[in-house]
Nanobody, 111 residues
Framework: VQLQASGGGLVQAGGSLRLSCSVS????????MGWYRQAPGKQREWVAS???????AYADSVKGRFTISRGNAKNMVYLQMNSLKPEDTAVYYC??????WGQGTQVTVSS
């Protein structure tokens, strides 16, 4: 199983980005997916999750601003990030519920 995250970049505060994560293999329809992030000098933290039935959950820090979704036909999971804040700056990782991680994509929000 391989995960490939993309879509990061530099954006001003208040802006938006959409992260994508492609998942190789045939397991995608059977696993939950999550996004995590790690800011410099901090531990990796959970951001959002989506289950196989589409149920979602969010960390309090991103609730109302971020939206996780999945496209089962394309083996993709997305993270739409709106109203970005400088404190959202981090490397963002996607992960399967079975423990496979992607390589991370950098998100930088300038003030």
């Amino acid at each position: 199983v391989q995960l490939q995250a993309s879509g990061g970049g530099l954006v001003q505060a208040g802006g938006s980005l959409r992260l994508s994560c492609s998942v190789s293999g045939s397991i995608f329809s059977f696993v939950g997916m999550g996004w995590y992030r790690q800011a410099p000098g901090k531990q990796r933290e959970w951001v959002a999750s989506i289950s196989t039935d589409g149920s979602t959950a969010y960390a309090d820090s991103v609730k109302g601003r971020f939206t996780i979704s999945r496209g089962n036909a394309k083996n993709m999971v997305y993270l739409q990030m709106n109203s970005l804040k400088p404190e959202d700056t981090a490397v963002y990782y996607c992960k399967t519920s079975t423990g496979y991680w992607g390589q991370g994509t950098q998100v930088t929000v300038s003030s």
